[in-house]
């Protein structure tokens, strides 16, 4: 039995990069993981092949974020499905980790670039969660996505790092308001890992890979799993006494 057995969890972003390794690590610990993805249908099936290949429970839910009627959407896709597949019709772990990470100094930011960014990293994650709170049992836990970049000033990134200190400022708030059953929620804010996000600059530059793993004290780049076993800590029974707070998933970036 899996620390996670009996537990059903929604992982957003669940087909690529971060997400994936979340959604295989909780299902591997023996929750029922609800895999959302938006553009890459493929990718999340292959998810949960993979999860089912190897004995665990997950099935795929589709919601574009940032657009309108994308919080009810994904919900009614949730609850359509996790009946076939769960015990129960709730919810103990929501990870809200899809996220868009537009580059632009502040002189180069279009307010399209910023409004998406917005829309994704920081709209759908508030009302996502308000409209899951009934769906999440008492006990549960919320895991929210940050960024280093909320303590590390990355010029370029500027206006996403506005929307990881929101979600930082909300995990904190929203950490108070649940206490009272017994629901934590805390950020994870990683450095820089290997995916998709950083694969235009990084995957085949050896330069931009060296100083990239040089941010960190442990001298490499980041890998989706390095954050993945940290997410599982936060939705463990072990970290029951760890609410409102960031853990610096940076492996020790820029200290
Ligand atoms: P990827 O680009 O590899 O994956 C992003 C995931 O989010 C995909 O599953 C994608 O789904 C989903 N997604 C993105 N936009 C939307 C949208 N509008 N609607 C629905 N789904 C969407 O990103 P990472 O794994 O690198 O990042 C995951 C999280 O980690 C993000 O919140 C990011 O900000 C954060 N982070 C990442 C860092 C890094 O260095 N990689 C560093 C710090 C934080 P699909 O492909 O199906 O559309």
Same mark, same amino acid.
């Given at each position: 039995? #899996?620390a996670?057995?009996?537990?059903?969890?929604?992982?957003t972003?669940?087909s690529r #990069?971060? $997400?994936?390794?979340i959604?295989?690590r909780?299902?591997?610990d #023996?929750?029922?993981v609800?895999?959302?993805? $938006?553009? *890459?249908?493929a990718a999340?099936?292959?998810?949960?092949? $993979?999860i089912?290949?190897?004995?665990?429970t997950?099935f795929?839910v589709?919601?574009?974020?940032?657009?309108?009627?994308d /919080?009810a959407?994904l =919900?009614?896709?949730f609850?359509?499905?996790v009946r076939?597949?769960a015990? #129960?019709?709730?919810? %103990?772990?929501?990870?809200?980790n899809?996220g868009? !990470?537009p580059?632009?100094?502040i002189?180069?930011t279009?307010?399209?670039?910023?409004?998406e960014t917005?829309a994704v990293?920081?709209?759908a994650p508030?009302?996502?969660?308000q409209?899951g709170?009934?769906?999440?049992r008492d006990?549960g836990?919320?895991?929210?996505?940050?960024?280093?970049?909320t303590?590390i000033?990355?010029?370029?990134?500027?206006a996403y790092?506005?929307?990881?200190?929101?979600?930082?400022?909300?995990s904190? !708030?929203?950490?108070k308001?649940?206490g009272p059953? $017994?629901i934590t929620v805390?950020?994870?804010?990683?450095?820089?890992?290997?995916?998709d996000?950083n694969?235009? =600059?990084?995957?085949g *530059?050896e330069?931009?890979e060296?100083s990239?793993a040089?941010?960190?004290?442990?001298?490499?780049?980041g890998r989706?799993?390095?954050?993945a076993?940290v997410?599982?800590?936060l939705?463990s029974? %072990?970290?029951? =006494?760890?609410?409102?707070? /960031?853990l610096d998933?940076?492996?020790?970036?820029?200290l």
């Amino acid at each position: 039995m #899996g620390a996670l057995t009996g537990r059903t969890a929604l992982v957003t972003g669940g087909s690529r #990069g971060i $997400g994936r390794a979340i959604a295989e690590r909780l299902a591997a610990d #023996g929750a029922t993981v609800a895999v959302h993805y $938006g553009r *890459n249908a493929a990718a999340a099936d292959e998810v949960v092949e $993979g999860i089912r290949a190897k004995g665990g429970t997950a099935f795929t839910v589709h919601a574009e974020l940032g657009v309108e009627g994308d /919080v009810a959407t994904l =919900w009614e896709s949730f609850d359509r499905q996790v009946r076939q597949h769960a015990t #129960g019709t709730g919810l %103990d772990i929501l990870v809200n980790n899809a996220g868009v !990470t537009p580059r632009g100094e502040i002189d180069e930011t279009t307010a399209e670039a910023f409004e998406e960014t917005v829309a994704v990293n920081m709209r759908a994650p508030f009302f996502l969660t308000q409209q899951g709170l009934k769906r999440l049992r008492d006990g549960g836990r919320i895991v929210n996505v940050s960024s280093g970049a909320t303590r590390i000033a990355l010029t370029d990134i500027i206006a996403y790092a506005m929307t990881k200190g929101a979600i930082d400022a909300f995990s904190l !708030t929203l950490a108070k308001a649940l206490g009272p059953r $017994g629901i934590t929620v805390n950020s994870v804010a990683p450095g820089i890992i290997d995916t998709d996000i950083n694969a235009s =600059w990084l995957r085949g *530059n050896e330069a931009a890979e060296r100083s990239a793993a040089e941010l960190s004290a442990l001298g490499r780049v980041g890998r989706p799993e390095d954050v993945a076993d940290v997410v599982a800590f936060l939705a463990s029974d %072990d970290a029951r =006494w760890v609410t409102g707070q /960031v853990l610096d998933a940076t492996g020790g970036s820029q200290l």
